[in-house]
């Protein structure tokens, strides 16, 4: 079985679980995701299978939207609402339109602090296992981008902001980027201590939220052996990226791993400049490959080499 879900994770389950429940409903061994979301978080989890798996590094990069609930007053050992409250300030007021304000710094590049709870390796171990054990060690901040942040609902937003208030805020950024972090960061910038609420995960992958379903639903489909409602086609996966349709012939050299020769005309879609992954189709419109595009190399001037990285084969009848 080859192809995308587009799954909606309820909380309480970590990615990995449901990864393992798919395997076992589906009974196709090779299954991963594309980006994790914590376990108390909701939304958007995509999965690949079968050969899909080999697209994913091309899914996780792609931005991300969540919306998240900022709680303002307290600071937890987690940065959510689950951790112990470690950091408690009283009796401040502040203007709803200077939180609004202070959103508009945490747009563009931002440095960030992994938390302690991540998955980020130190020294061989994750974060979060030395977490667990009351380790807590010095961490690198690391470069996100943020594309967007606004506020979700502002007229329903408290105001002033006290102890204990919350509000909620869209934010687009880029793979890497800890939502936890940027509303503790945001909170310490107006000078009080602060955590994430709830977080749901709106957007991944290229699939919003209104396209998951359930695991439910697949459960369902697996007794019919019928996923057509729940398994998106592997061409989903790189549909961010240029496109070449190609020849019977320069399908055979695709699929043998051979450069194909073109006019850089023939790529198209968004990015199609001549140098960088380029999604390979089979005349019959199936995803064949996935290649590295460089300028020159072909007859004509503006002609370009396609490398085929990642063969996939003819894409199988209905998957």
Not at 145 to 161: K, M, N, R, S
Not at 170 to 179: F, H, L, P, Q, R
Not at 256 to 264: F, L, M, S, T
């Amino acid at each position: 079985m080859d192809g995308l879900m587009a799954l909606y994770k309820p909380a309480g389950f970590t990615s990995h679980d449901v990864v393992a429940r798919v395997r076992r409903l589906t009974r196709e061994r090779s299954v991963g995701h594309t980006g994790t979301l914590d376990p108390e978080a909701t939304g958007v989890l995509v999965l690949c299978l079968g050969r899909a798996t080999r697209l994913s590094r091309f899914l996780m990069d792609m931005p991300k939207a969540y919306e998240a609930e900022i709680v303002f007053g307290s600071a937890t050992t987690t940065g959510d609402s689950h951790g112990q409250v470690v950091a408690r300030m009283d009796g401040f007021t502040i203007p709803r339109e200077a939180v609004v304000d202070a959103l508009h710094k945490f747009t563009g590049e931002i440095m960030q602090v992994p938390p302690m709870v991540s998955a980020v390796h130190y020294e061989g171990r994750r974060l979060y296992e030395l977490a667990r054990e009351g380790i807590t060690v010095e961490r690198e901040a690391r470069r996100v981008t943020v594309y967007g942040i606004v506020p979700v609902d502002l007229d329903a937003w408290p105001e002033p902001i006290v102890s204990g208030s919350s509000v909620r805020i869209a934010v687009e950024c880029s793979k890497g980027t800890y939502i936890r972090t940027l509303c503790e960061d945001i909170c310490a910038s107006l000078g009080v201590p602060g955590h994430m609420g709830s977080l749901v995960r709106t957007r991944a992958s290229g699939f919003s939220l209104e396209e998951c379903a359930t695991i439910e639903a697949v459960a369902a489909a697996a007794e019919t052996a019928d996923y057509g409602a729940v398994l998106h086609p592997m061409a989903r996966g790189v549909a961010h990226l240029p496109r070449l349709m190609m020849n019977d012939l320069e399908t055979v050299r695709a699929l043998n791993g051979n450069v194909i020769r073109a006019d850089a005309g023939r790529v198209t879609g968004a990015g199609a400049s001549g140098r960088g992954w380029t999604a390979l189709f089979d005349p019959d419109g199936s995803l064949a490959a996935v290649a590295w595009a460089e300028p020159g190399g072909a007859a004509c001037d503006d002609g370009v080499a396609l490398h085929p990285k990642v063969v996939l084969g003819r894409e199988a009848e209905g998957s």
